[in-house]
């Protein structure tokens, strides 16, 4: 087995994930041929989840507000989606018949 050098090792990809993530990004991004899918997918979740909390530092000062009004527009969204499949549903089982 090869040895890698310690800068292309994956533990190092998430820590640069970790502290660092719009790098982590554009290392991940240009690594992608080079790392397996399930390695690539877990440094871009990471990177992902991580780059949300620095966000958050740069948001207004009621980035609660803000957060709590986006999260209960995307609750509404989808169940009014939902009422609207169910509704369709009904529908066609009612033609059908």
């Not at 992608?32 to 992902?48: P, Y």
């Not at 986006?70 to 066609?92: C, P, Q």
Request: charged content about 20%; hydrophobic content about 45%.
């Amino acid at each position: 087995m090869k040895k890698r050098p310690w800068y292309k090792s994956f533990e190092f990809y998430i820590v640069l994930c970790i502290l660092a993530p719009p790098i982590g990004y554009i290392v991940v991004l240009t690594k992608k041929k080079q790392l397996k899918h399930d390695h690539w997918v877990g440094l871009l979740a990471v990177a992902t989840i991580t780059m949300a909390i620095w966000l958050i530092k740069f948001l207004p000062g009621r980035w609660g507000a803000i957060v709590y009004l986006t999260g209960s527009g995307i609750y509404v969204y989808h169940k009014l989606l939902n009422r609207f499949k169910k509704g369709n549903n009904k529908e066609d089982h009612k033609e059908n018949s």
